[in-house]
């Protein structure tokens, strides 16, 4: 690729981030210190977000991605706010990747010995529902069950086969994340975010400054990323295994006892 045609490439991609608004930030009031080298300036007391380093920062992303997609590694999504929630669920099944969509429980990474069991606890309940199992129970006992079965879906859904530690995050709002960030951070795994001018993006390794509450604009990034995945895969070696993924055969045995009804 030319000099020329990469530079027209990087002003497209401009113009279509400045029509989704990716450009816009919050309020010089909610601006935190560390993103101050991406503001281009204030308009009417709001940051504009300089779009040119939100794609150089995005290139840089996508090219971790891609080094990811290459090892097969295992990336969880994250982006709970209704604004990134659908986006953050598609461009993780894209992929096939584990996502948190609905709340990040604390624990998922620093306490995930806790947090597998609660996993595992899941999928009995399904499957004693599925092969009728749960019919010996007395009505009220089913409908406990039902409801744990309900509320432990909510929550593990998108890390439903998780079985080890992911390679990296990506986070849709490193403020409104910060635990999952926090935790990431203390076990060394590498962190993308989305984050728009009111967050901390102090130890975060790839930072993309942009427009966070912006359905498309989130979207976009989200799609993007996952994309990049995709494209190191192609070059992926056949023999790599992804040691974080196993089959839902090597799992634990259901249980067998009579459950207890557990809480989260």
Not at 22 to 31: D, E, M, N, Q
Not at 63 to 73: N, Q, V, Y
Not at 121 to 150: C, I, P, Q
Not at 197 to 214: H, K, Q, V
Request: proline share 4%; hydrophobic share 40%; aromatic share 8%.
């Amino acid at each position: 690729m030319t000099e020329a045609v990469k530079i027209d490439k990087q002003e497209e991609l401009i113009r279509r981030l400045f029509t989704m608004g990716a450009h816009l930030g919050f309020s010089r009031r909610r601006r935190h210190p560390s993103v101050d080298k991406f503001i281009y300036g204030y308009k009417n007391n709001t940051a504009v977000i300089d779009l040119e380093k939100t794609v150089s920062s995005l290139d840089r992303a996508c090219e971790f991605m891609a080094r990811l997609g290459r090892e097969r590694s295992t990336i969880i999504f994250v982006g709970n706010k209704p604004e990134a929630r659908l986006a953050i669920k598609k461009a993780a099944a894209s992929i096939n990747m584990p996502y948190v969509a609905y709340r990040w429980i604390g624990g998922t990474l620093t306490n995930f010995k806790q947090i597998k069991s609660r996993i595992d606890r899941l999928h009995w309940l399904k499957e004693a529902e599925s092969t009728g199992e749960l019919a010996k129970y007395k009505k009220k006992e089913r409908l406990v069950l039902a409801k744990e079965r309900d509320d432990l879906e909510r929550y593990f859904e998108g890390i439903y086969d998780l079985t080890a530690l992911p390679k990296a995050l990506f986070v849709v709002d490193a403020k409104a994340e910060d635990i999952a960030v926090a935790e990431a951070r203390l076990l060394n795994i590498p962190v993308v975010t989305l984050s728009s001018s009111d967050c901390d993006i102090r130890g975060i390794d790839y930072p993309i400054i942009g427009n966070d509450t912006a359905r498309d604009a989130v979207a976009f990034m989200a799609d993007t990323l996952a994309t990049a995945y995709r494209e190191g895969l192609k070059t992926a070696s056949p023999v790599e295994e992804n040691t974080t993924d196993k089959k839902p055969e090597d799992r634990p045995a259901a249980e067998t006892t009579r459950p207890a009804v557990a809480k989260l």
